[in-house]
Nanobody, 125 residues
């Protein structure tokens, strides 16, 4: 089984919504946290949302706070990213990431060792 697999990307007009899914293997789902990242063409990678697996606590980048919601479904080993009021600047490839090591804590974004292949989101004005 692929450790992480994203789906749900697509093309929408500004103001629209999409829900991304990240299906995780049982092993990876036990990671202390799962994150959604995005990378726009010609730009660096940005961590947009984090969910801490045991507590369910969530954090967001300022650029998406109030518009994006990260959630988890433990029965399905799946993490979601609900994206509302999408804007052209949200256009990017979106990735989910976790850590396979039994760290007991959520590592910094740049230290996460397991990544999905990404799903493309395009928002037109």
């Amino acid at each position: 089984q692929v450790p992480l697999a994203e789906s749900g990307g697509g093309s929408v007009q500004a103001g629209g919504s999409l829900r991304l899914s990240c299906s995780a293997s049982v092993y990876i789902y036990r990671s202390a946290c799962l994150r959604w990242f995005r990378q726009a063409p010609g730009k660096g990678r940005e961590a947009v949302a984090t969910i801490y697996s045991n507590s369910g606590v969530t954090t967001y980048a300022a650029s998406v706070k109030g518009r994006f919601t990260i959630s988890q479904d433990n029965a399905k080993n799946t993490v979601y990213l609900q994206m509302n009021n999408l804007q052209p600047e949200d256009t990017a490839k979106y990735y989910c990431a976790a850590d396979s090591r039994p760290l007991g804590y959520c590592p910094p974004p740049d230290e996460m060792d397991t990544w999905g292949q990404g799903t493309l989101v395009t928002v037109s004005s």
